[in-house]
């Protein structure tokens, strides 16, 4: 078994990768588990799930969980079922679509929802919003300015309430020739909010 403890934070190496298609670090990840606030029995969609690590990670917390993994290339879906079965995880349930066109056609509706912001991340948060179950949780990142702008602008028109916003700052020690130094992980923002 690849990861054989019942806490989070698998190391990155251990998901299989294609070049170019993001990877959630393990330590931002674990910040981003942390806020979707999971419940025993749930249901989660990722969208634009790339590699695979947050599905996993949550199928291996919370086994009773239906999690559904929304991505749109079917090279990077095929890498995320993969990945599902280097982890023997049986509860995520991978979509190829384009969010957030695709979105309206899944089932179940979601009590918690993650994605990572870019060019329509007001369009997904709007769009997932309107399916979200009440008191359900949305938590999305914004990489650069402009994403947090329209993520925090989406949020207060939709009237989340307990929004949260952390920024990550995290470094990791590596070895650089002969002197060791740190090295900044994926600095962003991560927003959430909940559905009255």
């Known amino acids: 078994m690849l990861w054989q403890y019942v806490t989070p934070g698998i190391p990155d190496e251990l998901f299989e990768r294609l070049p170019g298609i993001p990877l959630s670090k393990r330590e931002v990840r ?11 029995k749930s249901v989660l969609w990722d969208i634009g799930a790339g590699t695979g690590t947050i599905p996993i990670e949550i199928a291996l917390l919370c086994p009773q969980t239906q999690i559904v993994a929304v991505e749109r290339d079917p090279e ?3 890498l995320i079922r993969r990945n599902c079965d280097r982890f023997n995880v049986t509860n995520v349930k991978v979509i190829e679509g384009n969010a957030p066109d695709c979105l309206a056609e899944i089932k179940p509706l979601p009590h918690r929802v993650c994605f990572e912001g870019g060019r329509t991340v007001k369009e997904i948060l709007t769009a997932v919003w309107q399916l979200l179950q009440p008191s359900g949780r949305v938590v999305a990142t914004a990489g650069n300015l402009e994403s947090l702008y329209a993520l925090s602008e989406g949020f207060a028109e939709l009237q989340a309430r307990n929004i949260e916003v952390v920024q990550s700052s995290i470094n990791r020690l590596e070895t650089r020739g002969i002197n060791q130094t740190f090295a900044a992980i994926d600095p962003m923002f991560i927003l959430s909010g909940e559905k009255i």
């Not at 674990?30 to 025993?40: G, P, Q, V």
Request: aromatic residues 0%; glycine residues 0%.
């Open 76 to 78: 990077v879906a095929n």
């Open 30 to 40: 674990l910040l981003l588990i942390s806020s979707l606030r999971m419940e025993a």
